[in-house]
DNA sequence: CCGTGTATTGACCAGTCGGACAATGAATGA
DNA sequence: TCATTCATTGTCCGACTGGTCAATACACGG
């Protein structure tokens, strides 16, 4: 007996939702048709009619995923700082923070990044995600290095450092909280980032 | 008809070296005892007779990963550079190029990286793992802050930082390969790294 | 030469997966 | 009011999974 019309446009939003809650709790393995089903409350046949394939549902997911963690917004109060090292210096202690609440999301970002390895349309969209990251820090970065123009570290170079920081923090403190001190990192991640200006060298 | 006998313990690492061509092609959720088993021309039944559970066979090859490529070894060229900061610097440029060649291998580390998420002995080992590669900066480190020591960088915080310039590094090339400039990276990280030492400012 | 233990096989099982599909219900327009 | 459209359901299917197990062939000690 099918039950009652809802035909909006919400469904497939709904889907993915339901998709999200089930990842963060089992992992992207766990995102099988019938668990995301039962999650919503659907017949699984009825989330295949919105989702052709399942490789389509765990695409919307990837948006889901990269929308809600890996985007980076340069907050107004990091953006007025005057002085471009202690403003990288802030951006990256911003992301840091971020980073530390919630960490599930991330989790799944890291889950898909390692999907990417093998799948191509994945892979590009994490690495264009990463790429525009990347351009975030890159502004800074040009700015910072504009001064001390002989040195050989390039603004691209310095924002896919301070992108490594930020994910390697990650990765570290996800892997075991135990032997990883995050407060002693984040010092020495902003102090590293801002004694680049001072001298040439 | 049983096959002829074999019965040495060469049949684990045998099947252990099976699963880990298995893994290299397929990734880790290809490794399936059948395709293990047909991998080492064996019949499945085999594999199980001696991996009782297919997690001791995945743990198995966990160490095999492990082992191949999460080994840090100070090359003696490095070990015998006097002043620590270039040392550290070249240590980290040694890592960087060793990551180059071959990154099958770091993929399936980082694939393990995301199993460990959610499964805790793997999340276990792989912490460890981890920690001791730490542990081969963290000597130098303290070498390298030991007279300037008014600075908030800790010995162990520099190390997990080098830590995150590598695997930072192995996350962006392997995703995107095209937008990152792999020797722009080099030069600044040790760039990065060298300039440590001066200025304790 | 013959049992005994064990390495090895293949068949089998229950479960789960993605996907196809006919049947059914509800809304909608004529 | 009735036919049409389409969202929704449950069922069914084939493929594949991890795991069990009886049957078998081989090596070896007596």
Redesign the pocket.
């Known amino acids: 007996?099918?039950?009652?019309?809802?035909?909006e446009e919400t469904?497939r939003e709904q889907i993915v939702t339901a998709a999200y809650e089930v990842a963060l709790r089992t992992g992207i393995d766990g995102?099988?048709?019938?668990?995301v089903a039962a999650k919503a409350k659907?017949?699984?046949?009825?989330v295949?009619?919105y989702f052709?394939?399942?490789?389509h549902l765990i695409g919307a997911l990837l948006d889901r995923v990269l929308a809600t963690t890996a985007m980076l917004h340069v907050s107004k109060d990091v953006a007025r700082i005057p002085h471009a090292p202690e403003r990288l210096g802030a951006l990256l202690r911003q992301e840091l923070d971020r980073l530390s609440l919630d960490p599930r999301g991330r989790r799944l970002f890291f889950e898909y990044w390692a999907l990417g390895v093998r799948r191509v349309l994945i892979r590009r969209r994490i690495g264009a995600a990463l790429e525009r990251y990347r351009a975030a820090f890159r502004a800074i970065a040009e700015e910072l290095l504009a001064p001390a123009n002989g040195t050989d570290v390039t603004p691209d170079a310095l924002a896919a450092v301070a992108v490594s920081l930020i994910s390697g923090y990650a990765l570290q403190a996800m892997i075991d909280p135990d032997n990883f001190d995050t407060g002693a990192y984040r010092m020495a991640a902003q102090s590293l980032m801002e004694r680049l200006a001072p001298t040439p060298a």
């Open positions: 007996m099918p039950g009652p019309k809802a035909p469904r995102v099988t048709l019938r668990a659907l017949s699984h046949g009825l295949v009619f052709k394939k399942k490789d």
